[in-house]
T-cell receptor, first 113, second 114 residues
Framework: GGIITQTPKFLIGQEGQKLTLKCQQN?????MYWYRQDSGKGLRLIYY???????QKGDLSEGYDASREKKSSFSLTVTSAQKNEMAVFLC????????????FGPGTRLLVL | GEQVEQRPPHLSVREGDSAVITCTYT??????FFWYKQEPGASLQLLMK?????EINEGQGFTVLLNKKDKRLSLNLTAAHPGDSAAYFC?????????????FGKGTKLSVKS
């Protein structure tokens, strides 16, 4: 078994602020993902990475940067927080192949004042 | 690209009743299918992974049906109980390449009343 940890659990930011979210996994998985979850909109893929130092854009990459510093960690940066923004950011990991299950972290809840 | 439509967005049933959630997808090359459960305040937990070759998949208290002809995937909870109250998401993957992207449905919020 393994675990995915996300920090921080809650993040309160100011409009225009740059905010960084972190994710660590000890599954030794190749692929890691960042999703954004908004109420009523399901999960939308922001960025994913199939190996260390790789970065692939998802459907919602505008306004975000990401970095896969090493195999076990994947960070996401909100480049300029939008006023009244409220969402949950979920990190996931999987082995590389498309039949492999994605395992999810507990999420970071973002609120922008 | 792949489109996944999930229905209904909200579902309320009484304890002991059945509950059915359906996803339709567009890409005929879709090959792997997943159902996730998300309890309030928690993250997504895998409920079942389904392969394209299997039409009927039995779980504990639920059945997942795959109709490839109609491109439809359904989650059937046979006798719902309050512990089933959660959001459920279907996800669809593809057979080609090494890319492990999933396309998710928008979710169904199930409420089971005792």
């Amino acid at each position: 078994g393994g675990i995915i940890t996300q920090t921080p659990k809650f993040l309160i930011g100011q409009e225009g602020q740059k905010l960084t979210l972190k994710c660590q996994q000890n599954f030794n998985h190749d692929t890691m993902y960042w999703y954004r979850q908004d109420s009523g909109k399901g999960l939308r893929l922001i960025y994913y990475s199939i190996t260390e130092n790789d970065l692939q854009k998802g459907d919602l990459s505008e306004g975000y940067d990401a970095s896969r510093e090493k195999k076990s960690s994947f960070s996401l940066t909100v480049t300029s927080a939008q006023k009244n923004e409220m969402a949950v950011f979920l990190c996931a990991s999987s082995r590389q192949r498309n039949q492999d299950t994605q395992y999810f972290g507990p999420g970071t809840r973002l609120l922008v004042l | 690209g792949e489109q996944v439509e999930q229905r209904p967005p909200h579902l309320s049933v009484r304890e002991g009743d059945s509950a059915v959630i359906t996803c339709t997808y567009t890409d005929p090359n879709s090959y792997y299918f997943f159902w996730y459960k998300q309890e309030p305040g928690a993250s997504l937990q895998l409920l079942m992974k389904v392969f394209s070759s299997t039409e009927i998949n039995e779980g504990q208290g639920f059945t997942v049906l795959l109709n490839k002809k109609d491109k439809r995937l359904s989650l059937n909870l046979t006798a719902a109980h309050p512990g089933d109250s959660a959001a459920y998401f279907c996800a669809v993957s593809h057979s080609g390449g090494s890319n492990a992207k999933l396309t998710f449905g928008k979710g169904t919020k199930l409420s089971v009343k005792s």
